[in-house]
């Protein structure tokens, strides 16, 4: 008659939460302080260009993000929507709630395989640029939102040029947010902090059309 073999006994939870704990804790430890260096060296103060661009869905949403939050501090704010216009949003109808702190204008008339007209198209970015570089010259504006921008550059409606330098003779404290696809380079250079949107799935492809509070 065999013996069972005693079962060696497995290391206890509690023994081995101990030590995953542990160490956790210290490359937390390390990684404070790397972090509190960079945000050491990090104490100017100043207006910052953000860009969003790229494919992915998710641009102008978090344009308007950066609007309301800049409302939560008391800044007045501004935006200039170019190419659209033709479907009204829930950030319009939202925003328009609040004149004082937000000024808004729809200065598009359309996707561009909507309007069809390349003239008038122009026409239309330069007016709206109109607006923008008034809002640039202002120091009241805390942020602008100049939304689709980059679609009116990439498409040859405005000077990229003539942008960047109304850009950087903004007041010093003013912060702008640009979105749209293909922001074009000089662009780029210009700014502080750019984010391309890359699309792993929409809804679109599965044949969902665009939804109220979500697409618009």
């Known amino acids: 008659m065999t013996q069972d073999k005693p079962q060696s006994q497995p290391e206890s939870a509690t023994a081995g939460d101990d030590g995953r704990n542990e160490?956790?804790?210290?490359?937390?430890?390390?990684?404070?302080?790397v972090?509190?260096?960079k945000i050491a060296q990090a104490q100017r103060d100043c207006g910052v260009i953000v860009i969003t661009t790229g494919n992915g869905k998710g641009k102008s949403s978090?344009?308007?993000?950066?609007?309301v939050r800049a409302m939560g501090h008391g800044m007045k704010t501004g935006v200039v929507q170019f190419i659209k216009g033709a479907i009204p949003t829930g950030e319009e109808k939202f925003l328009r709630r609040f004149p004082d702190e937000c000024e808004f204008h729809v200065m598009g008339e359309g996707y561009t395989w909507e309007t069809q007209d390349r003239t008038r198209d122009i026409a239309k970015a330069e007016a709206a640029?109109?607006?923008a570089r008034r809002m640039l010259r202002d120091p009241s504006f805390g942020l602008v939102l100049f939304d689709e921008l980059n679609i009116a550059l990439k498409l040859g409606?405005?000077?990229v040029n003539t942008v960047v330098a109304d850009l950087q003779a903004r007041p010093e404290m003013q912060h702008v947010v640009i979105t749209g696809r293909g922001a074009p380079q000089a662009l780029i250079d210009a700014a502080n902090t750019v984010t391309d949107m890359t699309p792993v799935k929409h809804a679109f492809a599965e044949g969902i059309r665009a939804q109220a509070g979500v697409e618009m």
């Open 23 to 33: 160490r956790h804790r210290s490359r937390m430890v390390r990684k404070k302080a």
């Open 35 to 37: 972090i509190d260096d």
């Open 157 to 159: 409606y405005l000077d």
């Open 129 to 131: 640029w109109e607006q």
């Open 62 to 67: 978090s344009g308007f993000g950066m609007v």
